[in-house]
């Protein structure tokens, strides 16, 4: 993996953990907020990289709340392709979608952004806390400023962090395993696209073809 690989990716993280983190934990070293739980980190990158399940997420919310947004929301995102052009694999691993963001954390934590705690019990770690720094929101306020390219990261988490809906890591995973796709992925297999059968249900709530204009 290239620098600017490790760099895209920590930008990525960098907006999850800021938009999902939270304020109300103790502080124990100094930090601003903390986003709980490495589950909880790898089922909101899971959405960050499969625009077409996120798209999904838009439509359920919509045939529950009613909410022609979500709608519009979901039809942007095969508007602009992303199903295809953003979507970045994920590995399934024995608690659902997985990737080790060592590499991308560390760029992270050297930089005084971020710090790992978690919970024990006697001889293991129960759950990984993010530690989020002053310095991680004053970067991304800077960034949104600076490179409005990248604006689409911090877009993007909030919209995740709309369908997540202060969930669990455990809740999340358990809703991502709700689509046969996702669950019935081999073990180390990459989850595949579920594109065409989004869009076909989008277009059905639409009643028209996506980005076109009603009968």
Known sequence: MTHRTYFIEAIRLLFVLTVGSETTRIKTRGEAAVFSGETRLNAWDFWMRYPDYLADELIERYDVTGEDDMLAKAEKIFVDNEPDQRRLVMIRYRFGAYEKHDDALAVLVSRGLIGIGGRKDVDRIRETDFLIFKEAFDLCSQIVKDEPV??????????????????????????????????????????????????????????????????
């Not at 992925?185 to 009643?207: C, F, H, N, W, Y």
């Open 150 to 215: 990248l604006i689409w990261y911090r877009d993007r988490a909030e919209l995740v962090h709309l369908i997540a809906d202060h969930r669990s890591g455990y809740a999340l995973k358990k809703r991502q395993y709700e689509r046969i796709e996702y669950a019935t992925t081999l073990l180390g297999g990459e989850i595949p696209s579920i594109e065409a059968d989004v869009k076909m249900r989008l277009e059905q709530r639409l009643k028209r073809p996506v980005g076109g204009s009603a009968a």
